[in-house]
């Protein structure tokens, strides 16, 4: 019996690490078969221990703390968060900083394990901004981090890290506290009952059971913040980053923006494709997204290992959204402070013809955002394996 046993869980996703913590993704075309919402369920999880027990009639009164630099600490019930606090609600992604890591341990072993390109997920979430909460508790002058902290006791305390409180206090970086995904609160796995969601950064920015927002000078000491969700340079081996603490303590290598990326969901790895006859064209399609907002602008595909590419074409389901069409569907205001922003992930398809494909090896994909930051051919290793982007690769083998 683990920790988690109060804890409902889909037998469809693939666990990545032992029985415990618990560590999830969904089958990669199962989760593109869901569409642009995920559902609970297949969801990707990232936890770093148990799942703290919160019971139904325990939410209204769940607590968490405003504090540190600020003139007024408050403490807040979740009932008061929801009363007193305008209610929106808005489809964001979150990604897990080690989505894809699997190639960089497949050139050499990481300290992470081994995602494949599902550590993605998209959800409706409703809540409040976190900086209506903040001006409440009015910051002093020297705040300049916003650090939280969860409920998860772990080996090295409780989960916590930190985000930059003008990040927090602008509108259009869409910070939220979110009690609620899909319209139902929160699933245990996924912060029942209170959350942190920073949308375009990195998942572990997002402190899910949350407990405590503490204003800071200095970015989080936690431990989490400070040996998980860095990028060191490539040269820094396990042994070195193991030996020589200096390298996690250098506050340049933490990673916050998402590195634009992109996937092949169809065909999947190992895909059997029986042509026969009429259509004559495979659809390849897939996601895509950018960070901090930034919006993909364009996915390309080549079929002749990056010499030339084909536009794909995109659909960019949030801005359904942001202009109000399924408005009805969840309840709470979707008329979201952010305008600028695109905080989802895009699906793309293209019809490649068949006679073309039979003559190939590998099929590859690359996206682009508006700031052409376009993903690199070449793989970025590094020791925890992170924000792995390079053009996504699928092996195509022929029978014939
Ligand atoms: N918050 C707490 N309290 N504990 C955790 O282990 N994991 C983080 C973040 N917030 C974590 C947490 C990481 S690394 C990611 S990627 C996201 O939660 C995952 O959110 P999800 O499990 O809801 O998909």
Redesign the pocket.
Known sequence: KTPDAHVPRDPRLIRLTGVHPFNVEAPLSALYNEGFLTTPEL???????PVPLVEDEDIPTWEFTVEGLVENPITISLKELIEDYEQLTAPIT?V??GNRRKEQNVVRKTKGFSWGAA?V?TALWTGCLMSEVIRRAKPIRRARYVCME???KLPNGY?GTSVKLNWVMDPNRGIMLAHKMNGEMLRP???KPL?AVIPGQ???R????LKKLILTDQPSDNWYHIY??RVLPTMVSPEESASNPSWWKDDRYAIYGLSTNSAIAYPAHEEQLCIVGAPQKYRVKGYAYGGDGRRVTRVEVSIDKGKTWRLSNIDYAEDRYREGYEQNLYGGSLDVPWRESSFCWCFWAIDIPVEELKGAKDILVRAMDESMNIQPRDLYWSVLGMMNNPWYRITISHEN
């Open positions: 969801f990707y999880v990232r936890n770093h221990g979150l897990c900083a550590g997920s969860g409920a998860d989960y796995d996924h912060g959350r990195i998942g572990g997002s402190v899910k059971w998980d969700n």
